[in-house]
């Protein structure tokens, strides 16, 4: 959970962007109140910025997990579709199903040789 999350690339599930969202709002009332706080602080707008990135990025992998294009969240309300909308089963075309997990691959794995003595 939470690999890349400045990147557009990939999919994930339905948790994970609705964690996503919760961290974007709680900074984002960090900062407000911050600035709002000490005017002369007026650089702290510029974290707008990576927060509107991380938003966009995770948006973008969550419209993947349900086979859509990015640019999908642009449409008003569609956030709530993204959070309720379960995800692809298996690969589609923007990468592996963020819910198989696989620690290991099936063709590495070997059983130990048993010794009777």
Request: hydrophobic share 45%; aromatic share 22%; glycine share 6%.
């Amino acid at each position: 959970m939470f690999k890349s999350i400045f990147s557009f690339d990939g999919r994930i599930r339905r948790t994970e962007f609705g964690i996503s969202y919760l961290i974007y709002f709680v900074l984002y009332v960090v900062v407000l109140y911050t600035y709002e706080a000490n005017h002369a602080m007026g650089f702290l707008m510029l974290l707008y910025i990576p927060l509107v990135w991380f938003l966009w990025a995770q948006g973008a992998k969550r419209c993947h997990d349900i086979e859509k294009s990015g640019w999908w969240q642009i449409i008003p309300f569609y956030v709530l579709w993204m959070l309720f909308q379960s995800g692809t089963e298996g690969e589609n075309e923007f990468g592996e199903d963020p819910k198989e997990k696989r620690f290991f691959d099936e063709t590495d794995y070997q059983d130990p040789p048993i010794h009777i003595d």
